[in-house]
């Protein structure tokens, strides 16, 4: 596996939450600077969070406050908890290393008004 791979994408009510789990497919993505990313049609793909090697998190202005990242190195794994999901917030959600160019299929979520 050289791609990662997003899960996790639902369609929900607005005010609901989801959990976006990103698996890597190695060992890296437990000490690499992660980012999720997400694209709204008509829209560019834009940074939603990012986490360091050491846990430091940042995040877009429209979901601070709502949504968490967070890693599990052992499981190479990246997670973004969203909370407080609004029609706004629809869009495909991808996870990679910053520096990779390497892009999984992303997983849809769809927030109902």
């Known amino acids: 596996q050289v791609q990662p791979v997003e899960s996790g994408g639902d369609l929900v009510e607005a005010g609901g939450s989801l959990r976006l789990s990103c698996a890597g497919p190695?060992?890296?993505?437990?000490?690499?600077?992660m980012a999720w990313y997400r694209q709204a049609p008509g829209k560019q793909r834009e940074l939603v969070a990012g986490i360091s090697s050491g846990g430091n998190t940042n995040y877009a202005d429209s979901v601070k406050g709502r949504f968490t990242i967070s890693r599990d190195n052992g499981k190479n794994t990246v997670y973004l908890q969203m909370n407080n999901l609004k029609p706004e917030d629809t869009a495909r959600y991808y996870c990679?290393?910053?520096?990779?160019?390497?892009w999984g299929q992303g997983t849809q979520v769809t927030v109902s008004s």
């Open positions: 190695d060992l890296t993505y437990g000490i690499v600077p």
């Open positions: 990679k290393p910053v520096t990779s160019p390497i």
